[in-house]
């Protein structure tokens, strides 16, 4: 099966700052990799998501790039706000299948 | 938009009782719903996909026994966790599929304590 690596586990920066979240996957065959923003004790919400015929996505300060040759996507949020802590998930999944998680990266902006 | 809740928000049991979570798809209907179980800073673990109308897809691990999943309409799955104890106290999520593309919809969660 999948298995999806994220680096890492945990990130602060300063507020203003850029902030970066790797994730690797195994599965050649995964085409779909959304990226989720978690507050504590509340329900994932799907921030961002890039398809494999895609190299680049971009909305707003956060933006998603991926390498189907490394078998590897990113996450980018640059101006970073406070409001950006939280838990970030990536993962990986073959069109209606079920989604692999990685492990995620607790971001703490600093003030 | 696409609105998934989960019924109960939090529960308290004592050990041994059994109790059942709800997953609706509030405003689309759900051929495929997925339960995860997510422990305190840890990643979302997939525990089986719910299909409307068939057996349930359990994970290598999980017991389907133990973690009963019905899908009986497009817009209900409900997870029974039978015979609870401690150690299945965690956060528990479901997600539904919107007709046949990529994203998954989260509802809020429900956390189970177990006595």
């Not at chain 1, 065959?29 to 509340?42: D, H, I, T, V």
């Not at chain 1, 971009?58 to 996450?75: C, E, G, M, P, Y």
């Amino acid at each position: 099966g999948e298995n999806v690596e994220q680096h890492p586990s945990t990130l602060s920066v300063q507020e203003g700052d850029s902030a970066v979240i790797k994730c690797t996957y195994s599965d050649s065959a995964s085409n779909y990799f959304p990226w989720y923003k978690q507050e504590l004790g509340k329900r994932p919400q799907l921030i961002i998501d890039i398809r494999s015929n895609v190299g680049e996505k971009k909305d707003q300060r956060i933006a998603v790039t991926l390498n189907k040759t490394a078998k590897h996507f990113s996450l980018h949020i640059t101006e970073t706000q406070p409001e950006d802590s939280a838990v970030y998930f990536c993962a990986a999944a073959l069109t209606g299948n079920q989604f692999y998680f990685g492990t995620g990266t607790s971001l703490t902006v600093i003030p | 938009g696409a609105v998934v809740s989960q019924h109960p928000s939090w529960v308290i049991c004592k050990s041994g009782t059994s109790v059942k979570i709800e997953c609706r798809s509030l405003d689309f209907q759900a051929t495929t719903m997925f339960w995860y179980r997510q422990f305190p800073k840890q990643s979302l673990m997939l525990m089986a996909t719910s299909n409307e109308g068939s057996k349930a897809t359990y994970e290598q691990g999980v017991e389907k026994d133990k973690f009963l999943i019905n899908h009986a309409s497009l817009t209900l799955s409900t997870l029974t966790v039978t015979s609870a104890h401690p150690e299945d106290s965690s956060f528990y999520i479901c997600s539904a599929e919107r007709g046949s593309g990529d994203e998954q919809f989260f509802g809020p969660g429900t956390r189970l304590t177990v006595l």
